[in-house]
């Protein structure tokens, strides 16, 4: 708390208002709890309490700059890693489109030596034929 000269010594300041902006710059150094439990102690209206409003006052809007500016810069982050997750989404999608495509070309590719391997079981089989027939044929 204050001491007493220093409190006769705001209280003759020759203006309400010098003597509130006496009493804020000496509130400046004081704790939280402090300005708040002065306020209380004084009636509504008088010089300690709107010393201690304007104090708190002040006190709270430099606590909102603060959580502002902090937000602002989680934004921008924010914004910068959405980018990003953009940029890679973007290229997952091209890669699973190559992927895909390269997919379809194995599974058409694959069909082909299916119809390839058919077709050679079959010429095979026909072959062993002949070879049979000609066999037989002959005795």
Partial sequence: MLDSTTMASIVESPSASENTQALVKLLRTRSYEEIRQRMYDNPPGSAWWMACKTELDIRNTEQTAAALLAT??????????????EKLAATLSEETKEVADQLSG???????LEIAIYSIIGVTILQLFFVIFQIFGKH
């Fill in 72 to 85: 602002s810069r989680v934004l921008e982050r924010m914004k910068v890693s959405t980018e990003h997750l």
């Fill in 106 to 112: 194995s599974k058409r590719a694959g069909r082909r």
